[in-house]
């Protein structure tokens, strides 16, 4: 017995206020991919894939370099005129949590995170870290 398989696909129009799931599963049906394949190139789970294109949960942000580099773009809306909106999108870029990024910079993660809201501003040799490593 043959068991044959229709796949319709939907056309999904994108746009500024497109989630990242929705980014995710229109990538995914032009590719033609299951959420099991998008799933082991980004290193989640099935399940998490499914969240992710029905909005039920977000990723994390140390899933944002893979799941940019599955897309081939950056879906993140991001400002990056400020320097707290440049510490926020190094941050997503490179996979980031406050506190990891504190550990290199060299302070703890509740500074990352009043300096990208910019209730505060990094000083003195905290300003020169954070400078050299957005530079690289």
């Known amino acids: 017995m043959v068991v044959t398989y229709r796949i319709t696909l939907k056309t999904i129009a994108l746009d500024e206020t497109s989630s990242i799931g929705v980014h995710i599963k229109k990538k995914r049906l032009d590719l033609r991919l299951r959420q099991k394949d998008v799933a082991l190139m980004v290193g989640v ?77 990094p000083e003195g040799i905290n300003l020169n870290r954070l400078n050299e490593l957005l530079r690289n």
């Open 45 to 121: 789970t099935e399940e998490c894939i499914m969240y992710w294109e029905t909005d039920f949960a977000k990723p994390q942000i140390q899933y944002a370099p893979k799941i940019i580099k599955f897309l081939g773009y950056n879906p993140y809306v991001m400002e990056t005129e400020t320097l707290g909106g440049k510490v926020k999108n190094y941050r997503l870029l490179h996979g980031l949590s406050h506190k990891k990024m504190g550990g290199i910079v060299g302070v703890d993660g509740a500074t990352i995170s009043t300096w990208e809201t910019g209730k505060f501003k």
